[in-house]
């Protein structure tokens, strides 16, 4: 419960051992019961791939913002305003 929280409901388990499967039941999108071993679902995000898809394009999403981020605050060297000014300031130092 600790990993996790309360987001999966574990009322359906009966356990047999690490590697045998169990039935969770994700609290967000009870859909169906997942069939996991209990390996698996503690080496994983836990099994759901509703929650497995929503955590991706989180992360997907926070990614191209952050890359986003980076590139526009990147200085233009002597004001200028495009890449071909900044191309030709660049030329005329050398």
């Not at 690490?18 to 698996?40: A, F, G």
């Not at 394009?57 to 305003?81: E, I, K, N, R």
């Amino acid at each position: 419960m600790e990993r996790f929280g309360h987001r999966y409901s574990y009322e359906d388990i009966e356990y047999r051992s690490y590697r045998s499967p169990i039935k969770i039941r994700c609290l967000d999108h009870p859909v169906r019961l997942i069939v996991i071993t209990p390996e698996r679902h503690l080496q994983t995000t836990g099994g759901c791939k509703y929650c497995l898809r929503a955590y991706r394009q989180q992360a997907m999403a926070s990614s191209v913002t952050v890359s986003s981020v980076s590139v526009a605050q990147a200085p233009l060297s002597q004001g200028a305003s495009d890449p071909e000014r900044q191309d030709a300031a660049l030329r005329s130092r050398a």
